[in-house]
């Protein structure tokens, strides 16, 4: 895949842009004792712990091929570029090897959250999708390891990679609180409505 305005029109500046193996390489790794791992799935919520005692959802047979992942891993999932989501996890555990695990080849130069929050982009705006492939763009439409690790992504200075994801936190941080301010509003206004209509039916 050449890096070229041509196959990413929506790349408006090339300079700072690398393809994704130079940053990253793809984990694989099993448990020698899987039984004492914590499940985990990827969710549009990000990495969350399964509860596979409630057996919901499709369960596997044995966890012996899951791939173990380590904080500050970014997991992706290659094969649903629609509906699909890609985040960093908090977690030491097993993962399906559906997914796709991403690695930092150098830490100590490279923020994971500048990188991962460029990827959720692709997402978001369905960048990945024109490179997919599949039965069809409803169906387990996805991206091969050659495309996807030859894909465009940008990279600064660890100082403006640091900059960066301070700034998007903040833009994060007070969204989020935004809601919460917002949901908490409503609730009161519940409650006095709900008062109000007490207080006229007594009378």
Do not use: A
């Not at 940053?23 to 448990?31: L, P, R």
């Not at 990827?42 to 091929?65: A, H």
């Not at 069809?136 to 996805?142: E, L, N, P, V």
């Not at 992504?153 to 919460?180: A, G, M, W």
């Amino acid at each position: 895949m050449i890096l070229h305005k041509d196959y990413f029109p929506w790349i408006n500046d090339f300079k700072d842009f690398v393809r994704l193996k130079d940053v990253f390489k793809i984990h694989q790794e099993v448990s020698e004792n899987p039984e004492n791992e914590k499940i985990l799935s990827l969710t549009q919520k990000g990495i969350i712990e399964r509860d596979i005692s409630k057996n919901e959802g499709q369960l596997p047979e044995s966890y012996n091929e899951y791939n173990l992942i380590y904080p500050n891993d970014i997991v992706l999932n290659p094969m649903d570029l629609v509906t699909g989501w890609v985040d960093i996890s908090t977690f030491k555990g097993l993962i399906s090897p559906s997914y796709k695990t991403l690695r930092l080849i150098d830490e100590k130069n490279n923020n994971v959250k500048y990188y991962c929050y460029q990827l959720q982009r692709y997402y978001w705006d369905k960048i990945l999708f024109k490179f997919g492939e599949g039965v069809s763009y409803d169906f387990r439409w996805g991206i091969n390891n050659d495309i996807l690790l030859n894909f465009p992504i940008k990279q600064i200075p660890i100082e403006d990679q640091n900059k960066v994801v301070k700034e998007i936190e903040e833009v994060f941080n007070l969204t989020s609180n935004n809601i919460r301010i917002y949901n908490e509003k409503i609730e009161l206004l519940k409650q006095y409505r709900k008062s109000y209509l007490v207080e006229q039916l007594s009378f």
